[in-house]
């Protein structure tokens, strides 16, 4: 799949975030090596620290489902200026592989690719527990 066609994906899946407190909705699409894909959107909490980024929601519908060949996720949150995953996303989603990639975007048109290693360098992970 296109990248371009994922962040079109998680476009649309930013609009069924739920944020009343914040008002800064975000979307993502994860796609799997498999040709699956899942979409996620930020969640949040009157008691705050519940909420749930988009991110982490895309690969909780795409792991509960059975898949963890990631090959990329497109995230989507402010038109104006490109936003990056949280910290926390970024150690989430390195579980499942630092070499997933991570299209950051704005637009269609405007969008940064990373790796999850490029945006978390020197990482703690799974292999370190062995
Ligand atoms: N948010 C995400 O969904 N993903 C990120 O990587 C950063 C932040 C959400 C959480 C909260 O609902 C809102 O954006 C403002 O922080």
Redo the contacts with the bound molecule.
């Keep these: 799949m296109e990248d371009r066609l994922l962040i079109k994906i998680a476009m649309e899946a930013r609009e069924k975030s739920y944020?009343p407190?914040?008002k800064?909705k975000?979307g993502?699409a994860v796609y799997t090596k498999s040709g699956k894909v899942f979409t996620g959107c930020?969640?949040?909490s009157a008691s705050y620290s519940p909420?749930i980024?988009?991110?982490r929601v895309a690969f909780a519908k795409c792991i509960s489902e059975g898949y963890r060949d990631i090959e990329k996720i497109a995230?989507v949150?402010s038109e104006v200026k490109t936003?990056?995953?949280?910290g926390v996303?970024r150690q989430f989603m390195l579980e499942f592989g630092k070499d997933i990639k991570v299209i950051c975007a704005r637009s269609i048109d405007s969008y940064e690719v990373y790796t999850l290693s490029q945006l978390l360098p020197h990482s703690f992970g799974p292999e370190d527990l062995n």
Aim: aromatic share 16%.
């Design positions: 944020s407190y914040s800064f975000v993502a930020n969640i949040e909420t980024c988009a991110e995230v949150g936003s990056f995953p949280c996303c």
